[in-house]
């Protein structure tokens, strides 16, 4: 089940399985992060060294690597590009070549779908909007699973919903989440709290499969550190398996890399757009 609640120009979606939420989005339709977006682009400057092209899009300059499309464009190129990546951690936006002509001028030539539509081009659900306007605007992308709704954002979404504004988040058996967001990683701290009466293998396989979807939940992504509970480096290896599994849940495909040698698991989870802190901040 989807449902959408919109106030004002700002719209939150909600996926749930049961009365599990599994994702959660904030699209702001006065300010959209770009993803999908398509514009025509100049090349501003050819960088060798970092194997693209920095693309003036109409105010904006975005990235524009050789392997999404770049190579062999000249300074001063005309070229259709697409935002791969929304701007995010004070960097602009990552582009693909378009397979279309571009125009004569830098600028937007149309927005992308936002999160709610491509959602639902992944899931089937049914899908509850709170708001007869956007019913009413969505009806022929989405007809026969769209359905009105006022309370489509009930007070135990609601609250769960605001829960995902903090910098923490309860775990299994006691423990907890501590997030921080840093601009060369997110590093998510566990305190065992009272989850310390059971052993520490016990309680890190339990907090597992949460935390993975916090992680889903808040948009975390590029490279992520866990410093699981208490583990001795030999029983570490017994957790990769389990969170890989967990992992693999995630419609953008992490990948478990190991344990560093300071006993952080890492995580690559695949940078699209910005993470709700960002979006909330």
Not at 57 to 68: E, K
Not at 202 to 230: M, Y
Not at 233 to 260: E, I, M, N, Q, V
């Amino acid at each position: 089940m989807i449902r959408v609640s919109r106030r004002g120009d700002v719209v939150r979606v909600a996926r749930l399985a049961g009365d599990v939420l599994e994702e959660f989005w904030i699209w702001d339709l006065a300010a959209p992060d770009g993803v999908g977006d398509v514009y025509t682009g100049r090349v501003e400057a050819v960088l060798p060294a970092m194997a693209g092209r920095f693309v003036e899009l109409g105010g904006v300059s975005g990235f524009l690597p050789d392997s999404a499309g770049g190579k062999g464009l000249a300074a001063g190129a005309y070229v259709a590009v697409r935002v791969t990546r929304g701007a995010q951690g004070g960097k602009g936006p990552r582009l693909a070549a378009a397979d279309e002509p571009p125009g004569d001028r830098p600028g937007l030539t149309r927005r992308g779908e936002g999160p709610l539509l491509e959602l639902a081009a992944r899931v089937a659900d049914e899908i509850l909007v709170d708001d007869y306007a956007l019913c009413a605007e969505l009806q022929p992308r989405l007809e026969g699973r769209l359905r009105h709704d006022a309370g489509a954002f009930d007070a135990v979404l609601e609250d769960e919903v605001a829960g995902l504004a903090e910098p923490c988040a309860p775990l299994p058996l006691g423990a907890v989440m501590h997030i921080t967001p840093a601009p060369a990683a997110v590093l998510i701290d566990i305190d065992a709290g009272a989850g310390s009466g059971v052993s520490q293998l016990a309680l890190n396989l339990a907090i597992i499969p949460e935390i993975c979807r916090q992680i889903v939940l808040r948009n975390l992504s590029g490279g992520i550190l866990v410093d699981f509970a208490g583990m001795k480096p030999a029983a570490r290896a017994k957790l990769a398996a389990p969170l890989g599994t967990a992992l693999a849940r995630d419609f953008l495909r992490p990948s478990f890399l190991g344990f560093s040698h300071l006993g952080f698991a890492e995580i690559a989870r695949r940078r699209v757009r910005p993470g709700l802190h960002e979006v909330l901040r």
